[in-house]
């Protein structure tokens, strides 16, 4: 893919475990989003939306929009978010 050019996948998976959006943006970045309706508009804010960087070895680090795990994002503002990763979940 050209790094000038964004491919989105849109799926209709709306069970909130598997991918309703994925964007990849280059080799090295992608956004990925979930939506639990399959009503949900892009501006909406009931999205969880990660943001995954690929290294040059390949791994992967994933970032969540505003750091946590929230179904309260909107996909069309998923390049403004602040993306940094979730804390570990506690029991």
Known sequence: ????????????????????????????????????????????????????MTDDKGLQTIFYAGGDKLWNKQWSERKTYKYKPTEAWEE
Do not use: F, Q
Not at 13 to 39: F, R
């Open 1 to 52: 893919m050209n790094p000038t050019e964004t491919a989105i996948i849109m799926a209709t998976y709306t069970d909130g475990l598997t991918p309703a959006v994925v964007e990849h943006v280059s080799e090295n970045l992608m956004y990925v989003g979930y939506c639990l309706d399959t009503t949900t508009s892009y501006e909406s804010a009931t999205w969880m939306i990660k943001r995954v």
